[in-house]
């Protein structure tokens, strides 16, 4: 069956610039997790949507980030005015209600 | 605070070589899950073994083994006759169910390297 899908897998932009990346989640799975991979800071958590409860976005780092669920499935994960140290790798995982995250292959973002 | 710590950062073994990759967790719930995840150089993380703290009993699949301690917060995972494909970064991670999110905590990582 098919997986976490995330797009784009690669994206530079520039400082300042807003940037969206996206997930599918696996069919059927209602939680969604975005979490980040950096090198000074490791893998992590930056938001959870389950079903139609309201997120937990305790994870995110500043208000510049936010994300949205649209029925239940597709994610998007914006950032606003970019900086240099989002530069990372933004990981998208889904699961059934507290089972196991199946993770996608990620959106490598370099902000110049 | 929950915590998992990996403190072997990097590990290089010779092919055919047994490696047995540390993780220690803290957590002040009494219901959580342990998981190991590998990250090969393709960069996707691939789920490897999930644990709920209710659980002691060994498991092995193949050449893996997972050793599950409560009594030293400790979730070892070992690889008998390590192949080259083995390679990879590994992590150790926690979530505990009482927060209901069940978000992932990660240890930092131990890149595995296995020498033809």
Known sequence: GAGVSQSPSNKVTEKGKDVELRCDPISGHTALYWYRQSLGQGLEFLIYFQGNSAPDKSGLPSDRFSAERTGGSVSTLTIQRTQQEDSAVYLCASSPFQETQYFGPGTRLLVL | ?116
């Open chain 2, 1 to 116: 605070a929950q915590k998992v710590t990996q403190a072997q950062t990097e590990i290089s073994v010779v092919e055919k070589e047994d490696v047995t990759l540390d993780c220690v967790y803290e957590t002040r719930d009494t219901t959580y899950y342990l998981f190991w995840y590998k990250q090969p150089p393709s960069g996707e993380l691939v789920f490897l073994i999930r644990r709920n703290s209710f659980d002691e009993q060994n498991e092995i699949s193949g050449r893996y083994s997972w050793n599950f301690q409560k009594s030293t917060s400790s979730f070892n995972f070992t690889i008998t006759a390590s192949q080259v494909v083995d390679s990879a970064v590994y992590f150790c991670a926690l979530s505990e169910a009482g927060t209901g999110a069940n978000n992932l905590f990660f240890g930092t990582g131990t890149r595995l390297t296995v020498i033809p």
